[in-house]
Each structure stands twice: as structure tokens, then as C-alpha cells.
T-cell receptor, first 110, second 113 residues
Framework: LAKTTQPISMDSYEGQEVNITCSHN???????ITWYQQFPSQGPRFIIQ???TKVTNEVASLFIPADRKSSTLSLPRVSLSDTAVYYC???????????FGKGTKLSVIP | EAGVAQSPRYKIIEKRQSVAFWCNPI?????LYWYQQILGQGPKLLIQ????????DSQLPKDRFSAERLKGVDSTLKIQPAKLEDSAVYLC???????????FGPGTRLLVL
């Protein structure tokens, strides 16, 4: 199964930009990189997905270098409500299932 | 648009008892997934349906777990008999297709005593 490596936890103050990096050395050519967010007592929620370079939506940006062996989720100006676990995973042709790692627990401090 | 519905939200049983969980996916979503999430870990896929057929059940402990989606809409996941290590949150998700974004329900928290 495809594996990803992320920091176990991160702390940040409100208003700061947070970057969470994920390594995925064995990503396949057809795999997309996807990030999910999970709050306590809730199911994961899709944040963003990308294949290469940069993708931006209303909540986050995703940076993927040319070799695609890592990716960085960027959350601009975090607030207390961004405190959650963030999962990096990938899916694509031939790997319909999502394989979650342990995720990164982000704690936003006032 | 209504999200993925799951029931019950909480369940406490004793080991060796049986339990069933229900999931109603987003209307029109052909693909349905059941995940198990043990405290402190990421969700682990148990079984995946495309309409009423099984796409992947390689990580489903088939000696005690079963799941069905008879009419290709809602689904049930059953554990019989339950073990202490089955204590977890059981998440249901659905998507419009096999490689599309998955939408998760709130989960059912199971405690086996």
C-alpha cells in the first residue's frame, strides 16, 4: 500500500501561515495527492487535491515539486477553528482506495 | 444537499455480542466505503462498494465482519461476535465515482466491554 510520512504534531499561533509537509517517495505516475481535515468526533473532510505544481482553493494551497515525492499543504492565517488532524494521502488509477496515515495534529494557540 | 447519514452515533456492547451499523450515502453516489478508525490512528478502509457490488474487501476481517448494500443505496456493516479490539469509530463515506472525492459521515463510536 502507498505510504506517506507527516509530522505527528504542529503548534501555531493564530494568524500565522502554517505549512505541513508530507513525503510520499513511492507515489505512482497516475496518483493524485489529496489532503483531508478531521475534527474530533467528525469524519474527515476533503480540503484540496493536486497532481503537480500549485493548486489553490478558498481554504488552502497545495505545493507539489517536480519530482512529486513530497507535497506541502499551506493554510494562510490560521484560526482556532483550524485545530484538527490533517491527513495527506494519494489515490489514482489502480488505487481506488484511500490509505490514511496517522496524520498531523495541528494545534492553533490564541 | 444532505450529507452521509449514519446510525447509531454511539453503541456500547459486551464482547461476543453482535452489532450492526447503518449508512445512507449522499443521493446519487454510486460508491460507498466503510472505514474503521481506532483512537489515535487514521481511518482504515474495510470495504468498498460500487453500486451493490464489492470492489475491495481485502482488509475486512471476514470471520466476524460482514457488509451489504443490497439495493445499491444504503448499507449495513455487522460485527458478530465483537471483540474488545473492535472498539473504534466506524465511518461511512460515499463518492460519485471510484476516484472522486469522498464525503464522510459523522461515524458510529463503538465501545466493546
Amino acid at each position: 500500500l502507498a505510504k506517506t510520512t507527516q509530522p505527528i504534531s504542529m503548534d501555531s499561533y493564530e494568524g500565522q501561515e502554517v505549512n505541513i509537509t508530507c513525503s510520499h517517495n513511492n507515489i505512482a505516475t497516475n496518483d493524485y495527492i489529496t489532503w483531508y481535515q478531521q475534527f474530533p468526533s467528525q469524519g474527515p473532510r476533503f480540503i484540496i487535491q493536486g497532481y503537480k505544481t500549485k493548486v489553490t482553493n478558498e481554504v488552502a494551497s497545495l505545493f507539489i515539486p517536480a519530482d512529486r515525492k513530497s507535497s506541502t499543504l499551506s493554510l494562510p492565517r490560521v484560526s482556532l477553528s483550524d485545530t484538527a488532524v490533517y491527513y495527506c494521502l494519494f489515490s489514482g488509477a489502480g488505487s481506488y482506495q484511500l490509505t490514511f496515515g496517522k496524520g498531523t495534529k495541528l494545534s492553533v494557540i490564541p | 444537499e444532505a450529507g452521509v447519514a449514519q446510525s447509531p452515533r454511539y453503541k456500547i456492547i459486551e464482547k461476543r455480542q453482535s452489532v450492526a451499523f447503518w449508512c445512507n450515502p449522499i443521493s446519487g453516489h454510486a460508491t460507498l466505503y466503510w472505514y474503521q478508525q481506532i483512537l489515535g490512528q487514521g481511518p482504515k478502509l474495510l470495504i468498498q462498494f460500487q453500486n451493490n457490488g464489492v470492489v475491495d474487501d481485502s482488509q475486512l476481517p471476514k470471520d466476524r465482519f460482514s457488509a451489504e448494500r443490497l439495493k445499491g443505496v444504503d448499507s449495513t456493516l455487522k460485527i458478530q461476535p465483537a471483540k474488545l479490539e473492535d472498539s473504534a469509530v466506524y465511518l461511512c463515506a460515499s463518492s460519485s465515482g471510484l476516484q472522486e472525492t469522498q464525503y464522510f459521515g459523522p461515524g458510529t463510536r463503538l465501545l466493546v466491554l
